[in-house]
């Protein structure tokens, strides 16, 4: 988080606030609960929900919880919930000030108070933004990781619980017993068919409890889970966002959250309970949106996995210092055009080369600066919902991609470098549930080879079909070796003369 002392500049409230910045002059009441308090959740929903009540009206007002950290709870709650977007781009740095929200909570020790805010007839959507890691996906079983610490206690003491599907289950299991109205259940994650996905796993965790068929009949006949698509470069907060709120607003915002002008949200139109006018500004409603949802993950989000690895280990601390290397632009663009594009159907509505055109006008943003130790991090929950079907699809014509097995390496040498080896201070900075894990296998194993089997093998993080694939295997093991011993420059080039 960065800094909040700025004396010389009054603090962004309710009176200090530009009216010409705010999108709102007025909260409305709760009709939005929502769980995964960050920049992303403050950039996207909150900022589409913000115009469409500014513009159309509506209780659209959201209630909003961290699971974990008070840090921007604490900003927002002094700021009379309020905190500045700023759109940075090469040519607009413009702020806003959404004025949406109606609590901000976070920590296990307010998760009775968004129970109680679930459980309201008043509320009428459930939104999440909790990253991939936060649904608790096994690699194993595909389905809810059932010895997870969280499930577990979440099924001992339901009352309290601690993740994100345990929290919607007990707030649908409270407006069961009470009201029984609809509601419905919004994942905003990088998920492939979240709606479908989160469906799922609220099912897999309600079969756990006792006695939970009246709760099961109510979630079948009065909960929706649309699937969604999502879209925005939304960077951590920097010093750098705080002095460019001052010095043009002329207020100190202890939160501010940067993002780069493109935004795009894909939803599907089935809500139980009603939702904001939100296709009136900007978003699109599509009985297709896995379409959508494999363009981003595959094109942005599998790319962006690529230029952060690789990036991280030449020493780029920005994704654009990244993508101006030339021979990461040649991998790019090969990763996109041989490896993932051939994998999936475009969207009707778009050109391969008019959203590829586009993607690297974004990742050229070198005002935004993105991090590629943020891009990289998490990559043991991010790298398998981005690589697998795609691997797989390949396998089966009897070709091995080369890139994403680079990606794969890089990695590695990124959070768990073998013999030695010093990824540098950007790859250091990438954090990773399964850094711990993995650099024990590091730790143990005799040979690259062996490293990389046992993170397919006994990592819990891959689908078992890829660690079935010896060629797959063997490439990243390769690649690996490379990286250790000559650098990515040299492992890069490899794969594009194998490509």
């Not at 960050?38 to 909150?46: E, I, T, V």
């Not at 409890?209 to 960077?235: A, C, G, K, Q, W």
């Not at 991280?312 to 040649?330: H, K, N, S, V």
């Amino acid at each position: 988080m960065a800094s909040t002392s700025s004396p010389q500049y009054p603090a962004l409230n309710k009176s200090t606030a530009p009216e010409s910045a705010m999108l709102l002059k007025s909260t409305p009441r709760t009709g939005i609960v929502h769980i995964g308090l960050g920049n992303f959740h403050r950039a996207h929903l909150a900022f589409y929900t913000a115009l469409a009540v500014r513009d159309f009206g509506g209780d659209w007002g959201i209630y909003s919880y961290s699971l974990r950290s008070t840090v921007i709870a604490d900003a927002m709650t002094s700021q009379d919930l309020l905190y500045c977007i700023a759109t940075i781009s090469p040519t607009s740095e413009a702020i806003v000030i959404p004025g949406i929200h109606t609590a901000a909570f976070g920590g296990p020790d307010q998760v009775g108070q968004v129970l109680t805010e679930i459980a309201k007839d008043s509320t009428k959507i459930i939104s999440l933004t909790v990253t991939e890691a936060g649904y608790l996906i096994s690699q194993s079983t595909n389905g809810l990781n059932m010895q997870a610490p969280e499930i577990i206690h979440d099924l001992e003491h339901p009352e309290s619980p601690r993740s994100a599907i345990g929290i919607i289950v007990r707030g649908l299991e409270l407006r069961a017993a009470d009201h029984g109205l609809p509601v419905t259940v919004l994942s905003c994650d990088n998920l492939s068919g979240n709606g479908d996905r989160t469906k799922q796993l609220v099912f897999e965790f309600i079969d756990s409890l006792p006695d939970s068929t009246r709760l099961r009949t109510y979630v079948n006949e009065h909960v929706t889970f649309p699937n969604s698509m999502v879209d925005r470069i939304v960077p951590g907060t920097e010093d750098r966002h705080l002095d460019m709120v001052e010095s043009r607003l002329g207020i100190h915002d202890n939160s501010p959250v940067p993002a780069e002008e493109f935004t795009m949200w894909v939803i599907e139109d089935c809500f139980a309970a009603g939702r904001p006018a939100w296709e009136k500004v900007g978003a699109i409603f599509s009985d297709d949106v896995a379409a959508y949802e494999l363009m981003k993950l595959r094109l942005l989000n599998g790319t962006h996995s690529l230029l952060s690895y690789l990036g991280g280990l030449d020493g780029q601390e920005t994704i654009p210092g990244a993508r101006f290397q030339p021979y990461i632009e040649d991998a790019v663009r090969t990763i996109l055009y041989k490896e993932f594009l051939p994998t999936f159907a475009m969207p009707a509505a778009l050109t391969a080369d008019g959203y590829i055109n586009q993607l690297f006008d974004r990742w050229s943003n070198t005002v935004l600066g993105d991090r590629t130790s943020r891009v990289g991090s998490d990559g043991s929950t991010k790298l398998p919902q981005r690589i697998t079907e795609p691997v797989l699809f390949h396998a089966t014509s009897g070709k091995t991609p080369q890139y994403i097995a680079l990606t794969v390496a890089a990695w590695l040498a990124c959070i768990a470098p073998l013999n030695g080896f010093q990824p540098g201070v950007n790859a250091d900075a990438m954090k990773d549930p399964a850094k711990g894990k993995i650099k024990e296998l590091a730790a143990k194993s005799t040979s690259t080879h062996g490293f990389v089997e046992s993170v397919f093998v006994e990592g819990n993080i891959f689908a078992a079909e890829l660690g079935a694939l010896p060629d797959f295997i063997n490439c990243i093991s390769q690649f690996l070796d490379q990286i250790l011993t000559q650098g990515i420059k040299a492992a890069a080039l490899t794969a594009q003369t194998r490509s």
